[in-house]
């Protein structure tokens, strides 16, 4: 249940940045093998704080250079795809630079990302498209991940203390 709810929340307006980029560097330290020790791929971990969380998907296509890229990928029903999957996890992403990326073409953000130091953004080097399957796919694999970094407590009397629901 809390993977396919993940995948498909808009997790970026429902939870905090702090807590969401938390959750995105963890991620990143999983892909960079930091979660099995003796088996990491890079000589450390994601620098906590340092990158900004990044739509891949752009925020807003209605208008500007690229919106007819974006909205050609997304298809005919471009806008409710838009509006569905925009601030799900599998749209997000972390990157050092955000203000150039802003609402780039795809083909322009994936150039850039598969030059990117994180193991999150080369899922993208070989993708041709990024459009709502690409989105639901990517989402997916990354909510089992966090579903399995962070298990459910054991029990079916596990309830949140009064502190934890009023975050």
Not at 54 to 61: F, K, S
Not at 135 to 157: H, M, T, Y
């Amino acid at each position: 249940v809390v993977r396919e709810s993940m995948s498909e929340m808009p997790i970026y307006t429902a939870m905090p940045r702090k807590r969401l980029r938390m959750v995105l560097e963890a991620l990143e330290d999983h892909l960079r093998g930091f979660d099995h020790p003796g088996t990491h791929t890079s000589e450390q971990r994601v620098p906590r704080g340092t990158c900004t969380i990044e739509h891949v998907m752009p925020q807003t296509i209605e208008q500007g250079k690229s919106s007819k890229d974006w909205k050609e990928m997304l298809g005919d029903d471009w806008k409710r795809s838009h509006e569905q999957w925009l601030h799900t996890l599998g749209n997000l992403t972390l990157t050092a630079y955000n203000p150039d990326l802003g609402n780039r073409r795809y083909s322009d953000k994936q150039t850039i990302y598969s030059e990117s130091h994180l193991e999150l953004n080369k899922y993208f080097k070989n993708l041709p498209k990024w459009s709502a399957s690409e989105i639901r796919r990517r989402g997916e694999a990354l909510a089992a991940q966090v579903a399995k970094e962070w298990p459910r407590p054991p029990g079916n009397d596990y309830r949140p203390t009064p502190d934890l629901e009023t975050e």
